[in-house]
């Protein structure tokens, strides 16, 4: 082990591909270790599950494990542009008048509301987090400290598979709107197959922006910046003339009917265009380089996000008055409502202004995902490999590339129409999560928080998340009844009242804390799992045939790499059983 020790202090060259740098646990040397560490899965699943990480850890052990560390160069300002740059993009450009036109007619205004306000309480408990655990991890971090390894594995494979489809949906939309620009039918870009609807378009287009975008990433950061900055301004300006313009031609007549589809509509849609306020998460995942994290991430994502709420309303408003529900097209709403309006020179505008936007969703989008798959490749959930960072950019090269790759070939094959459903339900699951761990980083504190609080604690969280789960279910199966609300929202009032008044606070925020506790984040619980029950049944099944597939890598690789890691300082009894695991033996079966 000193040997092995002193040969990791000496330099090594970035550009490697040795075994090692892929699998260097000691349950992965060779076939017999990895049966011996099959058979006592079940232990490792336990080890795992009640495991928890500590701040310092991830701020200092696991932080190192990339070897070089990331420049510490964004201030608040990046923060705010970034957040503008990495949200406003082909969400609120095509979700808008796709769900107005098949969900929400001219109350999309007030699907936007309810998403934004729940996205709101989502940045709240990110904000917390990222104040008090800087670093390039975000939730994944987060929930390895509070949840356990277990709940990080879930949220690292929502995190994997979201950033990969928010990927491939943006450049997908990229290429639509380039169509639209130069006055094109939007698919007219795209090559068309013979195979399976859906999958049938094939756009090359789109895996060129993905690479260019991540080749623009991976060279510096703060350069990365600065291109965001213009990008992002122009963006506004934009958006300021889309307002200014559609107001313009305002027709209150098109607000009648304003509820075509009903409330159940209005809810549905908030649920699709939750995608549209996606990506503030990636600011969070910046807390690494940020020079003041405890002043300037409030400022750069509480301020970015209050603001791009206001403009989503203000864009669905304009939209609405526009043009009737009827006759808006879903594909490219505001610039053939323009058309409609006598204003076709402003459809090249408007284009012009969405390729922009998506362009920095695509750009601060790479960075976000590659600190993500960073900091997940740091525990070795995935081959430490991609945890690395290159010792001249300060960027890590391998995760941005690993997450482009997944993205252009999904973008490829695939329509937006369906990766949008998947992509809001596996964010809207992590916000949930994310709600939850800020609760028990507030109201448990292992070795400080009695037995009794514990129990009481879990009661009053159960009961939360039951009862969100229950006013879901009851809306998803009985969209026009009452009876069942008059059972579920009761129960959430207990369950947060009862945790306000009766369960101790176990600890405090140090700089920065989510206000209201356990109100806001209860409320956070509840409005994720209400919009989750909002999504179609189809989301659901691709989100468990996924969630399969991620529960099937945790069994065979996941809990064995995470548990190597985490037993990797041991004491002598506990290593000569270590040994015995790495010849194959049993003797790791005795470890409690």
């Not at 995942?285 to 791009?308: F, H, K």
């Not at 504190?445 to 037995?451: D, E, F, I, Q």
Request: overall charge positive; proline content about 4%; charged content about 15%.
């Amino acid at each position: 082990m000193a040997e092995n020790s002193k040969e990791d202090l000496q330099p090594k060259s970035y550009w490697r591909f040795r075994h090692d740098d892929f699998f260097p646990e000691p349950s992965f040397r060779s076939w017999s270790a990895y049966r011996s560490a099959l058979s006592q899965t079940p232990h490792r699943i336990y080890d795992r599950l009640v495991g928890r990480s500590t701040d310092a850890n991830e701020l200092g052990e696991v932080r190192r494990r990339s070897e070089n560390d990331m420049r510490r160069t964004l201030t608040w300002w990046d923060l705010t542009w970034f957040g503008f740059g990495s949200v406003i993009g082909a969400g609120i450009f095509v979700l808008t008048g796709q769900e107005a036109h098949e969900h929400a007619g001219p109350a999309i205004i007030l699907s936007y509301v309810i998403s934004g306000i729940s996205a709101m309480l989502s940045v709240f408990c990110y904000t917390e987090f990222a104040v008090e655990i800087p670093v390039a991890g975000g939730s994944f971090a987060y929930l390895r400290v509070e949840l356990g390894d277990f709940a990080a594995f879930i949220a690292a494979a929502n995190l994997i598979l979201e950033n990969i489809i928010g990927g491939a949906a943006v450049s997908r939309a990229w290429t639509s709107y380039l169509a639209t620009l130069i006055n094109r039918p939007p698919n007219s870009l795209r090559i068309h197959t013979n195979l399976a609807k859906d999958f049938n378009l094939l756009d090359p287009i789109a895996v060129v922006v993905l690479f260019v975008t991540a080749a623009a990433a991976m060279l510096s950061t703060k350069k990365t910046s600065y291109f965001n900055w213009v990008a992002s301004a122009i963006h506004v300006v934009v958006i300021a003339f889309v307002i200014i313009a559609g107001f313009a031609h305002a027709k209150t007549e098109n607000l009648s009917p304003f509820l075509p589809f009903g409330v159940e509509g209005v809810f549905r849609a908030a649920a699709i265009v939750y995608f549209a306020y996606g990506g503030f998460d990636n600011i969070a995942t910046m807390a690494e380089e940020t020079r003041n994290p405890s002043r300037d991430i409030p400022l750069g994502l509480l301020g970015s996000m209050s603001i791009i709420t206001v403009i989503y309303c203000l864009m669905a408003l304009a939209l609405g008055m526009m043009q009737r529900y009827t006759a808006i097209d879903p594909n490219a709403a505001y610039s053939v409502a323009f058309r409609n309006v006598g204003m076709r020179w402003a459809q090249y505008v408007v284009a012009l202004g969405a390729l922009k936007g998506m362009t920095t969703v695509l750009l601060v989008g790479a960075i976000g995902t590659a600190r993500y798959t960073t900091h997940i490749a740091r525990s070795h959930i995935i081959p430490p490999f991609f945890a690395l960072v290159h010792p001249k950019t300060a960027t890590p090269i391998y995760a941005t590339l690993l997450m482009t790759i997944g993205s252009a070939i999904i973008a490829f094959f695939s329509s937006l129409h369906i990766l949008a459903s998947l992509l809001s339900i596996s964010t809207l699951f992590i916000f949930m999560m994310m709600a939850t761990a800020l609760l028990v980083r507030r109201y448990y504190v292992r070795g400080v928080s009695t037995k009794k609080d514990l129990v009481k604690f879990v009661v009053c969280l159960i009961l939360i998340i039951l009862a969100s789960a229950g006013t879901s279910a009851y809306w998803g199966l009985r969209p026009g009844g009452w009876v069942g609300y008059l059972v579920t929202v009761p129960l959430w009032v207990a369950g947060t009242l009862g945790m306000w008044l009766f369960v101790p606070k176990a600890r405090e925020p140090k700089v920065w804390g989510v206000p209201m506790v356990p109100w806001l984040p209860a409320l956070s619980i509840g409005t994720n799992l209400f919009l989750m029950g909002s999504l179609g049944g189809d989301a659901f099944v691709r989100f468990g045939i996924c969630s399969g597939l991620m529960l099937l890598y945790y069994v065979l690789v996941g809990v064995h790499v995470t548990y190597d890691v985490a037993h990797e300082h041991e004491g002598g009894e506990e290593k000569a059983l270590r040994g015995k695991v790495e010849d194959g033996g049993d003797g790791d079966r005795s470890v409690a």
